[in-house]
Nanobody, 122 residues
Framework: QVQLVESGGGLVQAGGSLTLSCAAS????????MGWFRQAPGLEREFVAH????????SYADSAKGRFTISRDNAKNTVYLQMNSLKPEDTAVYYC???????????????WGQGTQVTVSS
């Protein structure tokens, strides 16, 4: 059973930065791909970023390109989301998730963390 625990959320002013972390346990971390999603109140959960098993391939939603960076440290069983130039519209609960393949659809991800709140004030 995979367990994912996010941390690093908080309140930040527009233009600021945050780094989210997601610690994984329960299975060999390096054998699965990871993604970050977010969900704002009243909206669908949306894809933010995806990273390959060794971290060499990444993909981003258009809203994240140029501002967010996904990375992973397989020795620490952790995936990160560095978020720069934050905007009020980035306010959401951010989730990490595990997937066996490559997808931007939340339905394809097998395991999810509990989420961490990010609030960006204007």
């Amino acid at each position: 059973q995979v367990q994912l625990v996010e941390s690093g959320g908080g309140l930040v002013q527009a233009g600021g930065s945050l780094t989210l972390s997601c610690a994984a346990s329960g299975r060999t971390f390096s054998t699965y791909r990871m993604g970050w999603f977010r969900q704002a109140p009243g909206l669908e959960r949306e894809f933010v970023a995806h990273i390959s098993r060794n971290g060499g391939i990444t993909s981003y939603a258009d809203s994240a390109k140029g501002r967010f960076t996904i990375s992973r440290d397989n020795a620490k069983n952790t995936v990160y989301l560095q978020m720069n130039s934050l905007k009020p519209e980035d306010t959401a609960v951010y989730y990490c998730a595990e997937i066996g393949g490559v997808s931007s659809s939340a339905a394809d991800y097998d395991y999810w963390g509990q989420g961490t709140q990010v609030t960006v004030s204007s």
